[in-house]
C-alpha cells in the first residue's frame, strides 16, 4: 500500500522569506503521482502543484515548486516569497489508482508578518 | 471552470435525524468522491463513483448512504449518526473513471456537520 509521511507539524515563515515543507512516501508502482493542496481555515482543499513519478523536471507553478528526489522518495514543496495568505495547512497526496487520493498527515505553515 | 460546491456549508442534527449533503459539478467529470476529515486529520476517502456506479466503498457504516442521480450531482444522505460522525465532508470529482494517476482532484468547500 502507499504511504505518505509529512514529518513537519507545524512551520513558521517570515513573510517574503522561502519554505519548504517536506513529503516523504512510499509505493512499489513504479508510475505515480504527488500531488500538494493547501487547505485555508474555510475547508476548502485547494490543488497546488502535481509531479509525475517520470516527469524529467521539478514541477512548478507560479511561487509553488516541487523538489522530486526519485531515490530518495521525497517531493517537498518549495514556497518562495512567502505571502500572509500562505498561512494554512498544507497536504501531501499521493492517487491510489481508481480511488481516492491517500494524504499525509498535513503541516500548518504561519507566516509571520 | 474547475468548480466543485457543496450544500449546506454547515449542518446540525440531531442523532434521529435524516438530512442530505449536497455536492454539483459542470466541469462534465466522470468521478465524483466524497472524503470525511475529522479536527486535525487528513481527509479520508469514503466513496467513489464512476459514471454514475458505486465503484469503492471504504467499508463505511450503512447510515451514510451515497447516490449519484446523474453525472453532475453527488449525494450523501445521513441517517442516525452518531456524535463521532461529526466531521467536515468534502465531496472532490476528477475527469475521468480510469484513475490516472496524474489527474487532479478538484474538491469542493465541504460541509461542516455537527451531530448532536
Known amino acids: 500500500a502507499q504511504k505518505i509521511t509529512q514529518t513537519q507539524p507545524g512551520m513558521f515563515v517570515q513573510e517574503k522569506e522561502a519554505v519548504t515543507l517536506d513529503c516523504t512516501y512510499d509505493?512499489?508502482?513504479?508510475?505515480?503521482?504527488l500531488f500538494w493542496y493547501k487547505q485555508p481555515s474555510s475547508g476548502e482543499m485547494i490543488f497546488l502543484i502535481y509531479?509525475?513519478?517520470?516527469?524529467?523536471q521539478n514541477a512548478t507553478e507560479g511561487r509553488y515548486s516541487l523538489n522530486f528526489q526519485k531515490a530518495r522518495k521525497s517531493a517537498n514543496l518549495v514556497i518562495s516569497a512567502s505571502q500572509l495568505g500562505d498561512s494554512a495547512m498544507y497536504f501531501c497526496a499521493m492517487r491510489e489508482g481508481v480511488g481516492g487520493m491517500r494524504f499525509g498527515a498535513g503541516t500548518r505553515l504561519t507566516v509571520k508578518p | 471552470d474547475t468548480e466543485v460546491t457543496q450544500t449546506p456549508k454547515h449542518l446540525v442534527m440531531g442523532m434521529t435525524n435524516k438530512k442530505s449533503l449536497k455536492c454539483e459539478q459542470h466541469?462534465?467529470?466522470?468521478?465524483m468522491y466524497w472524503y470525511k476529515q475529522k479536527a486535525k486529520k487528513p481527509p479520508e476517502l469514503m466513496f467513489v463513483y464512476s459514471y454514475e456506479k458505486l465503484s469503492i466503498n471504504e467499508s463505511v457504516p450503512s447510515r451514510f448512504s451515497p447516490e449519484c442521480p446523474n453525472s453532475s450531482l453527488l449525494n450523501l444522505h445521513l441517517h442516525a449518526l452518531q456524535p463521532e460522525d461529526s466531521a467536515l465532508y468534502l465531496c472532490?470529482?476528477?475527469?475521468?473513471?480510469?484513475?490516472?494517476?496524474?489527474?487532479?482532484?478538484?474538491f469542493g468547500p465541504g460541509t461542516r456537520l455537527l451531530v448532536l
Open positions: 466541469m462534465g467529470h466522470r468521478a
Open positions: 509531479q509525475g513519478s517520470y516527469d524529467q
Open positions: 509505493t512499489s508502482d513504479p508510475s505515480y503521482g
Open positions: 472532490a470529482s476528477s475527469p475521468s473513471a480510469r484513475g490516472r494517476v496524474g489527474e487532479t482532484q478538484y
